[in-house]
C-alpha cells in the first residue's frame, strides 16, 4: 500500500463547483503539504500544516482551503473551481523530527474543470 | 522570491550514455534533494544533500552539494531506458526553513 494516498486519482468538473481532494498517509508524520504542479512550471506549494489544526498558507493559496482535522489526513477544497485551476495536485508529507528532512509525495490527482 | 534555475530542460540521449543535470540560484540554500518524476507518479527521492561540498551516490546516480551552497549537479552513469523521466531539484534555505523550492524540471529521453 501507498504511503501516501490521495483521491480521487482523477477528476473533471465544472467551473463554479466546490470539489475536496483528499489525502492520507500511513508514515506517521506531522508535516503535511498541498502542491501544485503545472506544465514546465515545477511544483508550486499551496498550504502545508504541521499539526493538527495547524494551516499555513503557500506561495498559491488564493482559491482553496485546506482542513486538517487528523494527522494523517489533510483535505484541499476548490469552493468554487475555475478553468485555470486545472492542474496536477501533489500531497506530500515529512517528518518533523528531521529538519529539512525529504518530502514524501503521493501520487498525484489529475483535475480538470471545464 | 528564490529561485532554482534547472538546466537543462529537455535531453535526448543515447542508451548507455552518461547524463549530467544541474541546478543554480543566487541564493544560498541549505540542502538540496533529487526527484525523479515518471508519468501518472508523484516525484520520487533520489538523493538528499546536507552539507557543503558532500558528494553522495545511489547507484548510478551519483550528486553533489556546491561549495558556494548556490548549486547542485546530478550524474547518471550508463543510462538505461527506466531512467526516462523528469528530474527535479529542490532546496530548503534557512535552519529552520520548511518551505521546498523546486526547480523546473529536467525531462529525459533515452534512445534504445
Known amino acids: 500500500d501507498a504511503d501516501v494516498t490521495q483521491t480521487p486519482r482523477n477528476r473533471i468538473t465544472k467551473t463554479g463547483k466546490r470539489i475536496m481532494l483528499e489525502c492520507s498517509q500511513t508514515?506517521?508524520?506531522?508535516?503535511m503539504y498541498w502542491y501544485r504542479q503545472d506544465p514546465g512550471l515545477g511544483l508550486r506549494l499551496i498550504y502545508y500544516?504541521?499539526?493538527?489544526?495547524?494551516?499555513n498558507k503557500g506561495e498559491i493559496s488564493d482559491g482553496y482551503s485546506v482542513s486538517r482535522q487528523a494527522q494523517a489526513k489533510f483535505s484541499l477544497s476548490l469552493e468554487s473551481a475555475i478553468p485555470n485551476q486545472t492542474a496536477l495536485y501533489f500531497c506530500?508529507?515529512?517528518?518533523?523530527?528531521?529538519?529539512?528532512?525529504?518530502?514524501?509525495f503521493g501520487d498525484g490527482t489529475r483535475l480538470s474543470i471545464l | 522570491g528564490q529561485q532554482l534555475n534547472q538546466s537543462p530542460q529537455s535531453m535526448f540521449i543515447q542508451e548507455g550514455e552518461d547524463v549530467s543535470m544541474n541546478c543554480t540560484s543566487s541564493?544560498?540554500?541549505?540542502?538540496w534533494l533529487w526527484y525523479k518524476q515518471d508519468p501518472g507518479e508523484g516525484p520520487v527521492l533520489l538523493i538528499a544533500?546536507?552539507?557543503?561540498?558532500e558528494l553522495t551516490s545511489n547507484g548510478r546516480l551519483t550528486a553533489q552539494f556546491g561549495i558556494t551552497r548556490k548549486d547542485s549537479f546530478l550524474n547518471i552513469s550508463a543510462s538505461i531506458p527506466s531512467d526516462v523521466g523528469i528530474y527535479f531539484c529542490?532546496?530548503?534555505?534557512?535552519?529552520?526553513?520548511?518551505?521546498?523550492?523546486f526547480g523546473k524540471g529536467t525531462k529525459l529521453s533515452v534512445i534504445p
Open positions: 506530500a508529507t515529512s517528518d518533523s523530527g528531521l529538519p529539512r528532512g525529504p518530502q514524501h
Open positions: 508514515k506517521g508524520h506531522d508535516r
Open positions: 500544516s504541521f499539526d493538527v489544526k495547524d494551516i
Open positions: 541564493s544560498i540554500f541549505n540542502t
Open positions: 544533500l546536507y552539507k557543503a561540498g
Open positions: 529542490a532546496a530548503y534555505s534557512g535552519a529552520g526553513s520548511y518551505q521546498l523550492t
